[in-house]
């Protein structure tokens, strides 16, 4: 069996049939793990023990011949901002390399609930601050499909575990586009849904109301059902939302011709990627033979969305990062003499330099003087980029866009470039500041044979025709 094609309906198929076990496919994956992460870097922490005894749970269940779980079996990464009971959750940053959580993360105990096993933690920008997976403390993350090139970030450790087949899927976090950037560099499906669609709780906060959990899959079917799981109100957040959560399995399946599809002109100006332009304007050409109506439109307000989104994710941050001083949990430096002294040293060598830079960015627009100058006016800005999205959405189904304006860049290439590597995100925070659902799925390769993303928005929990044009167009393009 090669496991690193397996998707969630081979993987638990494969078990269901007894053409192998949960407990032997769990240690498949751990030598594959082992043989293969030396190079990419996509894991923090391995949960051997918890996942080899949620695998013998589920050999028991098929050994008595009793109805499998959906998930029964299939070995799932979780990307370390999402806690485990008793498992060290980092949030990639050293200011947290020493702390063991004392809950489960809801969107994680969902899915072991469904019977999937956890193989561990992958590595993260820290605290989920960047666009390269090279702002993790512990080491960057190299993209399986070119190792001297970043996988994308924050999630680029989950995006890299499933394309280079260490996992059957992954859990990210999209709070500027760190789920769909790093699944369009690894060339996987990233699926981020509608904010409050899935509980934040166990999620260790970047920006709250613009943190989003979401799949990376080898399909878009696959990123589908692991919605399905983990997706649904939450009494333990408050940002959750009471909505009727649908079978996504289900709903990719309904027909799509007669959708219109949005077309953006901000999307494709200045700064866009020859080959990422004509990737994604073939694909939508294809979508158009397959029966969609393609419709320009103008999201007008777009060119503010980054300087919006870096006024409101780092007050956030500066915020969310206060709790981290040494006090309670986490890294304390051992050079204190008072407290004062303890809170400085503690921050000062616990956080590396792309969380102190927001945190420096987030204190300023909040501060006295500042606020109604900065923060309040990109509220207020994020207001219109919603409405822009609000009124498209009377004229189109679904908005296609690129996912990234390049494929993925070498290691190293824009780090001493904030700005440059800020800029990376341009196509993906609007959707993050406005609240809406989108996917991004594989739509070709550059010369040098690097995956491009194509995006696909829809409106606030319409999840369902987001995954559904997402399928066809893979099934289209696949066949």
Do not use: W
């Amino acid at each position: 069996m090669d496991i690193s094609t397996l998707t969630i309906a081979s993987a638990r198929a494969a078990i269901l049939e007894r053409r192998t076990s949960a407990v032997a496919l769990a240690e498949s994956f751990y030598q594959k793990i082992e043989a293969a992460d030396k190079q990419i870097g996509a894991f923090l922490t391995l949960t051997r023990e918890r996942a080899l005894a949620k695998a013998a749970q589920i050999d028991a269940i098929a050994d008595k011949g009793d109805p499998l779980p959906p998930l029964a079996g299939v070995p799932i990464a979780i990307k370390d901002v999402m806690v485990m009971r008793g498992v060290r959750s980092t949030a990639g940053s050293k200011i947290l390399s020493n702390f063991v959580a004392p809950y489960d993360c809801t969107a994680v105990a969902r899915l072991e609930a469904a019977g999937a096993v956890v193989l561990g933690k992958t590595n993260c920008d820290e605290f989920a601050m960047g666009s390269s997976n090279e702002n993790s403390g512990y080491y960057p993350v190299h993209n399986p499909r070119d190792l001297s090139r970043v996988p994308g970030g924050s999630s680029g450790g989950s995006a890299a575990a499933v394309a280079a087949g260490m996992s059957v899927a992954a859990l990210g976090s999209d709070t500027g586009g760190s789920i769909r950037q790093p699944a369009s560099f690894c060339g996987v499906v990233g699926l981020m849904p509608t904010y409050g669609r899935v509980s934040r709780y166990g999620l260790i906060a970047f920006a709250s109301s613009l943190d989003h959990i979401g799949p990376l899959t080898k399909t878009v079917n696959d990123a589908a059902i692991l919605l399905k799981h983990i997706a649904g109100r939450d009494p333990l957040d408050s940002t959750s939302a009471e909505v009727p959560v649908p079978d996504y399995e289900r709903e990719i399946e309904k027909p799509v011709r007669g959708l219109r599809l949005g077309v953006p002109r901000e999307y494709f100006g200045e700064g866009l990627d020859p080959e990422v332009r004509a990737a994604v304007e073939a694909a939508i050409q294809k979508m158009a033979q397959i029966g969609c109506e393609v419709v320009p439109i103008s999201l007008p307000h777009t060119r503010y969305a980054v300087p919006t989104y870096y006024v409101i994710a780092t007050a956030e941050a500066s915020s969310n990062l206060a709790r981290f001083d040494g006090v309670r949990y986490g890294y304390r430096s051992p050079q204190a003499g008072t407290l004062s002294e303890m809170y400085r040293r503690s921050r000062d060598q616990g956080f590396g330099a792309e969380a102190k830079r927001r945190i420096m960015l987030g204190t300023y627009v909040l501060s006295a003087g500042y606020y109604d100058a900065y923060y309040l006016k990109a509220q207020r800005v994020r207001a219109l980029l919603t409405r822009d999205f609000e009124a498209a959405f009377q004229r189109v189904d679904a908005i296609v866009t690129p996912t990234s304006p390049t494929p993925a860049f070498k290691l190293g290439e824009k780090c001493d470039d904030p700005l440059a590597m800020y800029l990376a995100d341009i196509y993906t925070v609007t959707a993050d500041l406005a609240g809406v659902p989108g996917v991004s799925v594989p739509c070709g390769e550059s010369k040098e044979g690097l995956p491009i993303g194509l995006q696909i928005l829809g409106r606030h929990f319409d999840e369902g025709t987001v995954i559904r044009l997402a399928h066809v167009y893979e099934r289209a393009r696949s066949g």
